[in-house]
């Protein structure tokens, strides 16, 4: 393994599930769900597959029914206007659009800001595009309840060798869902200092309570500076077909494109052609999407706190993060290899996902996105364990 990647071994993710596997704990670490997405869009897939859609190579960009449908869908939610021919790219999944992004604008030594916790592909892709990544910590507002973005820390960040932003709302791990204010402010510091912004917006279907997602593209100059990331694995529960997109102007697109094509060159066909229905489906299944995860998140996050965790309850995605402190444990590590021993669940330590890894520690993060009676379980064995 070369230098450039040594630091980061195996992901978390990996590591997690096999000890999930391994010991027959409930895997409430990876994010993914254990129910599929809509039946029609499944078999959506099933029809392109026999009718012989997708079954070779489709065109480098995406099939164009799958970019006029995430244009549709920016244009429908968002009212931004978006070229399916020239500003809309599809990808192998959100990954491969943060991947091929990184890969496409950086130059060796350019710097890049990120939050902190960051999700992990972010370092390591960062790193094989030899940027240098920039931290600025989410930091844990107790009263609020949540881990607040400093904006002064932001601005702080920001030197004559940053080239670019990398934004993600609603934020995983944490769950924080950025304000308006604090994204016209972010959109501010990008058109002062001309950055790019590639903003990864994986969860812009999942916010709760009165949190609203607001793309960083409808800020004023942002629209020509930012690369958007969608993911049809979070947004309709298909992670396994990794179907991604990615919306910007016409230059970004190609800059991104110029990546793809030597990474993957396409993208798995029959399921554009899925993804596509899926994107023209009614505004009721958002809601209902939604309205599922809310219920799941506040199921969860209510036995995690019985059971004595003090608890981040999101604005957004499907992760809750808790600090263990509160039951006398003070390393996220050492408590998630333990936990599925001690208690029948697997979490992960939020550690992980920073560079200052003791902000970190007393951090652990749990997925909701599992079936009520797989909730209900992990919250009463939790429970038991931490009497
Ligand atoms: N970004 C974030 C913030 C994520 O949590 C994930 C995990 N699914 C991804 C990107 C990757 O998405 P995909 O599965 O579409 O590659
Ligand atoms: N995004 C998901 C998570 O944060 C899964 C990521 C992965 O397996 N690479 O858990």
């Given at each position: ?9 195996t ?5 997690m599930?096999?000890?999930a596997?391994s ?17 029609e869009?499944r078999e ?5 597959l026999?009718d012989g ?10 099939i164009p029914?799958?970019?006029?449908a995430?244009a549709?869908?920016?244009q429908r939610?968002?009212?931004?206007s978006?070229?399916p021919?020239?500003?809309v ?6 990954t491969?659009a943060i ?14 800001i ?5 999700y992990?592909?972010y370092a390591a892709c960062?790193?094989?595009?030899g940027?240098r990544?920039?931290p600025v910590?989410l930091?844990a507002d107790?009263?609020?309840g949540?881990f607040r ?6 601005r702080?960040?920001?030197t004559d060798?940053?080239?670019l932003?990398?934004i993600?709302t609603?934020?995983n791990p944490?769950?924080t869902?950025?304000t308006?204010a604090e994204l ?7 058109v002062?200092?001309?950055l ?7 969860y812009?279907h999942?916010?709760f ?7 960083l593209?409808?800020?004023p100059?942002?629209r020509e500076r930012t690369?958007t990331i969608?993911s049809?694995?979070k947004t309709?529960?298909?992670t396994?077909?990794?179907?991604g997109?990615?919306t910007?102007?016409p ?12 990474l993957?060159?396409?993208?798995a066909?029959?399921f ?12 009721s ?8 995860m ?22 957004g995605t ?7 402190r509160p039951l006398?444990e003070?390393d ?9 021993e001690?208690?029948?669940v697997?979490?992960?330590p939020?550690a ?9 520690a ?6 909701f996105?599992?079936?009520t009676?797989v ?5 009463k064995?939790?429970?038991a364990?931490f009497?």
């Open positions: 393994l070369n230098r450039r990647l040594a630091e980061f071994g992901t978390i993710f990996a590591e599930s096999a000890l596997l010991t027959g704990a409930i895997n409430l670490g990876q994010g993914f769900p254990d129910t599929d997405g809509p039946e869009v959506a897939a099933v029809r392109a026999r859609r997708g079954n070779q190579y489709p065109p480098g960009p995406g029914e799958l970019r006029t995430v549709a869908h920016q939610r968002y009212s931004l978006f070229d021919d020239t500003e790219l599809v990808t192998a999944g959100a491969e991947a091929a992004a990184l890969l496409a604008l950086l130059e060796p030594g350019d710097e890049v990120a939050f902190e916790p960051y992990d592909s960062i790193a094989m595009a940027g990544r920039v910590t930091r107790e009263g609020a949540r973005l400093d904006l002064d820390e932001l702080d960040a920001v060798r940053t080239r932003l990398l993600n609603p934020h944490t769950g869902v950025l308006r016209a402010a972010i959109a501010e510091l990008a002062e200092r001309d790019l912004v590639v903003t990864d917006e994986v812009e999942l916010v309570d009165d949190a609203e997602h607001v793309p593209a409808t800020f100059g942002m690369v969608g049809a694995g309709y529960s298909f396994g077909w990794k179907v997109w990615v910007a102007s230059e970004l697109v190609t800059a991104v494109r110029s990546a793809k094509q030597y993957t060159y396409v993208s066909g029959p554009q052609y899925a993804v596509a229905e899926a994107l023209a489906l009614p505004e299944y958002f809601t209902a999407f939604r309205d599922d809310l219920a799941k998140r506040d199921l969860l996050s209510a036995g995690l706190e019985e059971a004595g965790f003090r608890v981040f309850r999101p604005s499907y992760f809750v993060t808790t600090d263990i006398g003070t996220g590590f050492t408590f998630c290899r333990a936990l599925p001690r208690a029948g697997v979490a992960i939020n992980v996902f920073y560079d200052h890894r003791e902000e970190g007393p951090f652990v993060r749990f997925a996105c599992k079936r009676e909730l209900q379980e992990a919250a064995r939790l429970g364990a009497q």
